[in-house]
């Protein structure tokens, strides 16, 4: 099964790939919904809603920090650094991921697009100014002197994603001869659609050890982990 996925790989020019949360298990980060999740042991609408920020900010940037922190500590994983491997090969890649822990950038991966944000600063909610979070998010600075409050630069439930990065995914899913969709459960919307509406065009494998949302619309399904998959792909095609 894997050698249909090198051989489309190897002929292709155009890739997209979509991952989620299963891909940086490796690097020991916990997923969303597996066991041990994160959405199974914490409220989502308290930590990751505009609502919850409004009801109580500190406890909000408190587990985003701790987040954060743990990120830091971890690494790139095999599969992170496959990814990067493979870029290069082909004059038109584009990795989305739903992730916002940076490891694909810190893997070495260039054509990155963060449909969910990131971790790497704040934005204030009244007058859109930055902060770097280079050390988490002082909970003393929170309140900004233009009377909003910063909030993490991340998707919350109920929200859109950001524009540019939207269209920048969705221009590439289009385009893509295979897609690749990695450690996602695929449940939530819009990033899944990436696969089931705008990859019209595209080959589609699956790479995850249990069967998801998409498993029966897609060409192939690995089941298999990501580092498992992408190391053994990479070392085929020489990359
Ligand atoms: P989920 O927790 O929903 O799914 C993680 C997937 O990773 C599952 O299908 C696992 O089977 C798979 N998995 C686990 N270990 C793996 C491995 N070693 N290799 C490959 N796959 C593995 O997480 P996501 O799909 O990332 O959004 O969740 C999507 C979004 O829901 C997140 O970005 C987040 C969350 O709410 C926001 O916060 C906006």
Same mark, same amino acid.
């Given at each position: 099964?894997?050698?249909?996925?090198?051989?489309?790989?190897?002929?292709?020019?155009?890739?997209?790939?979509?991952?989620?949360?299963?891909?940086?298990?490796?690097?020991?980060?916990?997923?969303?919904?597996?066991?041990?999740?994160?959405?199974?042991?914490?409220?989502?609408? &308290?930590?990751?809603?505009?609502?919850?920020?409004?009801?109580?900010?500190?406890?909000?940037?408190?587990?985003?920090?701790?987040?954060?922190?743990?990120?830091?500590?971890?690494?790139?994983?095999?599969?992170?650094?496959?990814?990067?491997?493979?870029?290069?090969?082909?004059?038109?890649?584009?990795?989305?991921? &739903?992730?916002?822990?940076?490891?694909?950038?810190?893997?070495?991966?260039?054509?990155?697009?963060?449909?969910?944000?990131?971790?790497?600063?704040?934005?204030?909610?009244?007058?859109?100014?930055?902060?770097?979070?280079?050390?988490?998010?002082?909970?003393?600075?929170?309140?900004?002197?233009?009377?909003?409050?910063?909030?993490? &630069?991340?998707?919350?439930?109920?929200?859109?994603?950001? &524009?540019?990065?939207?269209?920048?995914?969705?221009?590439?899913?289009?385009?893509?001869?295979?897609?690749?969709?990695?450690?996602?459960?695929?449940?939530?919307?819009?990033?899944?659609?990436?696969?089931?509406?705008?990859?019209?065009?595209?080959?589609?494998?699956?790479?995850?050890?249990?069967?998801?949302?998409?498993?029966?619309?897609?060409?192939?399904?690995?089941?298999?982990?990501?580092?498992?998959?992408?190391?053994?792909?990479?070392?085929?095609?020489?990359?």
């Amino acid at each position: 099964m894997i050698d249909e996925l090198v051989r489309r790989l190897s002929s292709a020019r155009s890739v997209c790939v979509l991952t989620g949360s299963g891909i940086s298990a490796e690097s020991g980060l916990p997923t969303f919904r597996g066991v041990g999740g994160l959405w199974r042991t914490h409220r989502v609408e &308290q930590l990751a809603s505009p609502a919850g920020f409004e009801r109580d900010p500190v406890l909000v940037w408190t587990w985003y920090n701790e987040r954060r922190a743990a990120h830091g500590q971890a690494s790139p994983s095999a599969a992170h650094r496959a990814l990067a491997a493979l870029e290069p090969r082909y004059p038109d890649f584009t990795l989305a991921t &739903q992730n916002v822990d940076s490891l694909h950038l810190r893997a070495g991966s260039k054509n990155v697009v963060e449909l969910h944000g990131n971790l790497r600063e704040a934005r204030c909610t009244g007058c859109g100014a930055t902060y770097s979070l280079e050390r988490g998010m002082p909970l003393e600075r929170i309140e900004h002197e233009c009377g909003g409050r910063f909030r993490p &630069q991340i998707v919350w439930f109920g929200e859109a994603l950001p &524009q540019r990065e939207w269209t920048l995914a969705a221009d590439a899913a289009m385009r893509a001869e295979v897609m690749l969709v990695i450690g996602t459960s695929a449940m939530v919307h819009p990033a899944a659609s990436l696969a089931t509406r705008y990859a019209r065009d595209a080959w589609i494998a699956e790479v995850n050890p249990e069967a998801t949302a998409i498993s029966d619309a897609v060409d192939l399904s690995l089941r298999a982990t990501a580092s498992e998959i992408l190391s053994d792909v990479v070392a085929r095609l020489g990359a």
